[in-house]
Nanobody, 124 residues
Framework: QAQLVESGGGLVQFGGSLRLSCAVSGITWPFYTIGWFRQASGKEELEGVASINTSDDSTYYGDSVKGRFTISRDAVKNTVYLQMDRLKVEDTGVYFC????????????????WGQGTQVTVSS
């Protein structure tokens, strides 16, 4: 059974950095995409942040994080990372990692394996 476990969230000041981790296990697809999504406090919608595909390590970023966030993965550890730099207050939210058999992108409905999320809070 697929399991995704996020870690690394916390409280950071404006302009600071955090690195989130998503430990992946139990996925039997030969190739898949791991995406990061976030949900701001009080909002229902999930915003796509970044994704990486395991077949070629191709990446995709949401417009609001381009140039500040970097997604990467360690194939040996089966872990995907989200390095977040120059954080802004509006980056605050619960960050989820998710898996899809589809190639690339951040189309939320295509992701059907989800972690429990980790809270990121950026203070001004």
């Amino acid at each position: 059974q697929a399991q995704l476990v996020e870690s690394g969230g916390g409280l950071v000041q404006f302009g600071g950095s955090l690195r989130l981790s998503c430990a992946v296990s139990g996925i039997t697809w030969p190739f898949y995409t791991i995406g990061w999504f976030r949900q701001a406090s009080g909002k229902e919608e999930l915003e796509g942040v970044a994704s990486i595909n395991t077949s070629d390590d191709s990446t995709y970023y949401g417009d609001s994080v381009k140039g500040r966030f970097t997604i990467s993965r360690d194939a040996v550890k089966n872990t995907v990372y989200l390095q977040m730099d120059r954080l802004k207050v509006e980056d605050t939210g619960v960050y989820f990692c998710a898996a899809t058999i589809m190639y690339g992108g951040l189309r939320r409905l295509e992701y059907d394996r989800w972690g429990q999320g980790t809270q990121v809070t950026v203070s001004s």
